[in-house]
């Protein structure tokens, strides 16, 4: 730096100008960074010590043939060297050389043909060629500048640069630093020196890891979950069986949902079983012949349909362990949160995957009501920055009343679905041991759906997939929503 600077002021007071700081760049230092050249002048043009204009300019540069031609020759002078006193056809001579080989090699008398093979007919050469790429390309004669080009020796790039001229302040300028390093820092000469401070100056962008999009809004996601006191769930396995991801939850057997064309199957292991039989059986009651009120779904329930594997559909299979689990420990009143994977065998496009992320929560409560539902989620959406929200009646095999969530999107100005809710079934919460006069509420939304809408995207690729932009991951901001 200090020889840039001291390199800088000696040229200005000799020329005035400095008329390429590309090219001044490398005269001064070839293992130089061009970007570190330019923060190094435009630390002096803030001061106005400097100023500079920027120019676009088109410059002529060797192409990579053209570097080639620089260690190997041009291609006639290839053919001429290879040349033995046995000769070579021009079939063989097209093929290794190209076809203007031959012809600039004979033009320039170096070869001619005999008895059909290419033989030497100069005692030795000079390769123009190679002589007028090693040189400065600017000082060649255009019309052979344009000739290697259509040879694509030569090739057009374009190139910017800053002229450096005096500024206002050029015959004032101190020996202002603009750079406080270890070694000032280290000796105390820091004290001494007379420096300022750009504080309008932007940073380098550091070479570094991003976090996906969907991970910051799921960050965002679980903060507002735990400011609100909820606990969260370990969802980290994707494989359930249907037991957990659909009987428990009072979901029929012969459910559409149950069939291949919605849910993934695992081959291997095909089967599981890990919940208890006097539970299973409890479960089996309900569906086949009902209890607690209720007439049931009326069917034959089958264990091994209970036990087949799948890739879960949704994180409900995990609030159905949980909620079974605190039943099983002596009730206490819970609220719960996850935020994770889950799969489904739909039909891709611009806003289905296989798989997404499901946004959970539960809330477990001696008699809480519809009312403390719509509460808690009116709560948790204001907190996302969304307070207009609607409440629709629906319809869940595990829930009821149900309710899908809509909220108002001030952008889109219309509403848009943002989830759906509901009260667990008593159904489904008296097998598990439940105590009746226990309410559990639920919701489920998608994390895609408000992060897509939230970065104005109208493809679910854009944020999930490999064919994300890294770029797109890079720039994005950190935080989405303005939280209250
Ligand atoms: N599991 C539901 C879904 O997949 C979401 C939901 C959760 C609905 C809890 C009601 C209660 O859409």
């Known amino acids: 730096k200090e020889i840039f600077n001291s390199k800088l002021f000696e040229k200005l007071d000799k020329d005035n100008s400095i ?45 990579e043939v053209g570097k080639d031609v620089l260690i190997n020759g041009s291609p006639e002078a290839k053919l001429y060297n290879i040349l033995t006193a046995e000769g070579m056809s021009p079939a063989d001579a097209n093929k290794q050389f190209g076809a203007t080989a031959f012809g600039s090699a004979k033009n320039k008398g170096w070869i001619e043909v005999k008895q059909g093979k290419i033989v030497k ?78 504080i309008n100056a932007m940073g380098v962008v550091p070479e570094q890891g991003y976090r996906h999009p969907l991970n910051k809004v799921k960050n965002e996601f679980k903060q507002i979950f735990l400011d609100m006191g909820f606990e969260e769930m370990p969802t980290f396995n994707f494989v359930e069986n249907g037991f957990w991801n659909f009987d428990a939850l009072f ?104 798989e997404f992320h499901q946004v959970e929560g539960v809330i477990a409560d001696v008699d809480i009501s519809l009312g403390h539902l719509i509460g808690v989620i009116s709560e948790f959406f204001k907190r996302l920055g969304i307070d207009n929200i609607r409440f629709k009646p629906a319809f869940n095999p595990y ?52 992060t897509m809408i939230k970065y104005g995207l109208d493809n679910i690729r854009a944020i999930f997939g490999n064919s994300i932009n890294v770029n797109f991951i890079k720039n994005n901001p950190i935080c989405m929503f303005e939280s209250k």
């Open 121 to 198: 007919k100069a005692e030795s050469i000079i390769d123009t060629v190679k002589q007028d790429l090693s040189g400065d390309l600017s000082k060649l004669d255009n019309k052979i500048l344009d000739q290697y080009k259509k040879s694509r020796f030569v090739e057009e790039k374009k190139m910017s640069y800053y002229r450096v001229s005096k500024g206002e302040q050029y015959n004032k300028r101190s020996k202002e630093l603009s750079d406080l390093t270890v070694e000032m820092l280290k000796d105390d000469s820091w004290e001494k020196e007379n420096y300022k401070v750009n």
């Open 399 to 450: 829930t009821e009343p149900s309710m899908e969530i809509f909220g108002y999107h001030p952008m889109l100005k219309r509403w848009v679905e943002l989830g759906n809710s509901g009260i667990f079934r008593p159904e489904l919460l008296l097998p598990m041991g439940i105590p009746d006069n226990v309410r559990v509420a639920a919701w489920g939304l998608s994390l895609e759906r408000p």
């Open 19 to 63: 008329e390429n700081s590309r090219e001044w760049g490398i005269e001064i230092d070839p293992t130089s960074n061009y970007n570190d050249i330019v923060g190094f002048l435009k630390s002096w043009e803030s001061l106005n010590t400097i100023q500079l204009e920027y120019i676009d300019s088109i410059q002529n540069c060797l192409s």
């Open 251 to 354: 979901q029929p057997q012969q459910h559409p949902a149950r069939e291949l064309q919605d849910t993934f199957f695992i081959k291997d292991p095909k089967t599981s079983h890990d919940f208890s039989d006097e539970y299973a059986e409890r479960v089996k009651q309900v569906h086949s012949v009902g209890g607690y009120g209720s007439l049931g779904w009326v069917y034959d329930w089958k264990l091994e349909e209970a036990e087949k594997n799948i890739l879960r559909t949704h994180t409900t299979a995990v609030s159905a362990r949980m909620l079974y689990k605190l039943a099983q420990n002596g009730f206490k009143p819970k609220k719960y949160f996850s935020i994770d994977r889950v799969f489904r065998n739909e039909t891709l496009d611009a806003t289905h995957l296989a």
